[in-house]
């Protein structure tokens, strides 16, 4: 399992890379600092979606160490 699916490794300010809603289909993965947590729930089959500081909303594939 990916770890960006557990809420309790997705942190604000967290490098990571997400899936934009449109770039789902193609997969391309675009990389930010988190900002807010949008998943409530602990874990999440396509990733935790979250808001990245440039206003970006995706789910977490990747995170960047």
Not at 40 to 46: D, F, G, L, T, Y
Not at 51 to 60: A, F, I, M, S, W
């Amino acid at each position: 399992m990916n770890e960006g699916n557990k809420r309790e490794n997705v942190k604000p300010g967290l490098k990571v890379k997400i899936v934009l809603k449109e770039d789902q289909r193609s997969g391309k993965l675009t990389e930010g600092i988190v900002k807010d947590l949008l998943t409530n729930s602990a874990v999440h089959p396509h990733g935790i979606k979250v808001r990245l500081e440039n206003g970006q909303v995706g789910r977490v594939k990747e995170i960047v160490k």
